[in-house]
């Protein structure tokens, strides 16, 4: 529940920040005031800065409140490289609408499915195989993992059980594929801004 709030609480503000600004943008850009890059990174540094600190304070909030066992640099690590991942499809769907309205009822159509793939709800093995791909797709699919194998430690397995290792087992993490999982959160980051940065490009000249 955690990953998820941090999942929605970001992105939805990044999705309806493209396209609010986007006549300015346009605007500006064909006067030559400035380029798409510079834009594109100076939205994402801003962007970075203001997810750290909210995710901080929800972080601070929740892992305190529910008693994790996880170490807390690990917890808030994870939860901001999802939310930053989940930032990234946002701003790739905001650069591609026009209109804020239709980008905020898109937004579920990327992100619920996210809650049935990345297995905490539907275990991946009942999900059917012309669909099962899609889990690869999901950033909660790898920072679920990640969490789960550090929260569920040995010493914890033994204390709460069958639970803990049917829950694992269930969401296929594994310990040996930790840095996989931190790899694929990682591409899918640089690969949802790239493709968001090639539509606003495209998007820009075409007005231009």
Same mark, same amino acid.
């Given at each position: 529940m *955690? =990953?998820?709030?941090s999942?929605?609480g &970001?992105a939805?503000? $990044?999705?309806?920040a /493209?396209p609010?600004?986007?006549?300015? /943008?346009?605007?500006?850009?064909? @006067?030559n005031?400035?380029?798409?890059?510079?834009?594109?990174?100076?939205?994402? %540094? =801003?962007?970075?800065?203001?997810?750290?600190?909210q995710?901080?304070?929800q972080v @601070?909030?929740?892992?305190? =409140?529910?008693?994790?066992?996880?170490? /807390?640099?690990?917890?808030?690590? &994870?939860?901001?490289?999802l939310?930053?991942?989940? @930032? $990234?499809? %946002?701003?790739?769907?905001?650069? $591609?609408?026009?209109?804020?309205?239709l980008?905020?009822?898109?937004?579920?159509?990327?992100?619920?499915p996210? =809650?049935?793939?990345?297995?905490?709800? *539907?275990?991946?093995?009942?999900?059917? *195989?012309?669909?099962?791909w899609a889990?690869y797709?999901?950033?909660?699919t790898y920072a679920?993992?990640?969490?789960? *194998?550090?929260?569920?430690?040995p010493? @914890?397995?033994?204390?709460?059980?069958?639970?803990?290792e049917?829950?694992? +087992? +269930?969401?296929n993490?594994e310990?040996?594929?930790t840095?996989? +999982?931190w790899?694929? #959160? $990682?591409?899918?980051?640089?690969?949802?801004?790239?493709?968001?940065?090639?539509? #606003?490009r495209s998007?820009?000249?075409? /007005?231009?």
């Amino acid at each position: 529940m *955690v =990953m998820m709030m941090s999942m929605f609480g &970001t992105a939805q503000p $990044a999705l309806l920040a /493209f396209p609010d600004e986007r006549p300015v /943008f346009l605007r500006e850009y064909s @006067t030559n005031h400035y380029g798409v890059l510079p834009y594109f990174l100076s939205r994402l %540094a =801003m962007e970075m800065s203001v997810t750290a600190g909210q995710i901080l304070l929800q972080v @601070t909030i929740t892992y305190f =409140m529910v008693g994790f066992q996880s170490n /807390f640099g690990w917890f808030y690590l &994870t939860t901001y490289a999802l939310a930053m991942s989940s @930032t $990234a499809l %946002a701003v790739m769907l905001g650069c $591609a609408v026009e209109d804020p309205k239709l980008g905020q009822e898109l937004l579920p159509i990327l992100f619920v499915p996210q =809650m049935l793939f990345s297995g905490f709800f *539907v275990v991946p093995e009942l999900i059917p *195989v012309w669909l099962r791909w899609a889990q690869y797709l999901c950033s909660l699919t790898y920072a679920v993992r990640i969490m789960a *194998v550090e929260e569920f430690s040995p010493d @914890t397995r033994e204390e709460c059980g069958m639970p803990c290792e049917g829950f694992l +087992n +269930n969401i296929n993490a594994e310990a040996d594929d930790t840095w996989w +999982n931190w790899l694929v #959160l $990682a591409a899918l980051f640089v690969g949802f801004r790239l493709f968001g940065l090639y539509i #606003l490009r495209s998007k820009a000249e075409k /007005f231009y």
